[in-house]
């Protein structure tokens, strides 16, 4: 059975920081792409960052030069570092292995 808990989320002031992880199990973590989106309410989701087995990252726009996705395929997890996060950023943030999505994490920008 594939699982992905993804974990950091929170509330955190405008130019802050968060870490989100994504763990995953019951899925070849290793040979599968990393993907994060996040869907604010009212809003349809969006992409924010993808990382491919191979090592190539793509992010949105509005994201690059201040997140950052990575993983660990030791221990079968992904993450995305967020810096400088502005108010509008507050959504649920979503990753996805392969075909799998996890449940979702809150992160909320609020002074």
């Not at 059975?1 to 130019?15: A, F, I, K, R």
């Not at 996705?69 to 943030?93: F, H």
Request: glycine share 14%; net charge positive; proline share 3%.
């Amino acid at each position: 059975q594939v699982q992905l808990v993804e974990s950091g989320g929170g509330l955190v002031q405008p130019g802050g920081s968060l870490r989100l992880s994504c763990a995953a199990s019951g899925v070849i973590f290793s040979i599968n792409s990393v993907r994060w989106y996040r869907q604010a309410p009212g809003k349809e989701r969006e992409f924010v960052a993808h990382l491919f087995s191979g090592g190539i990252t793509n992010y949105a726009d509005s994201v690059k030069g201040r997140f950052t996705i990575s993983r660990d395929n030791a221990k079968n997890t992904g993450y995305l570092q967020m810096n400088s996060l502005k108010p509008e950023e507050t959504a649920v943030y979503y990753c996805g292995v392969g075909q799998y999505w996890g449940q979702g994490t809150q992160v909320t920008v609020s002074s």
